[in-house]
């Protein structure tokens, strides 16, 4: 006698939808311009700009990994890394703060 084979399916393949790990907030498109400023597009299609200048002109951050980011060449470099700009050093920023101004001012000019 051969053995019965039974076929099982997902009872709720086709109702309940595949969950969609995309925050908001997630950055999907970064370009940097000149003058230290960045314009950014979020997952859910809000774009904006990001002025670095007040922030890398200020003393404070010489020897922090933002230094690099003072020479226009390697500012150029910000990309997209799971959901985030980042820079080759290892310098990035804050999606979720930057998200909030971007919604509420259409920009957001980070301070020293």
Known sequence: MSPTQTTKTDSTSGVVPPPRPVAPWRIVHV??????WLHVEFADGTAGEVRLDPFLSASRIAGTVFEALRDPAFFAQARVELGVVTWPNGADLAPDAMYDHIRTQGHWTVEP
Request: charged share 15%; glycine share 16%.
């Open 31 to 36: 370009t940097a311009k000149p003058g230290m």
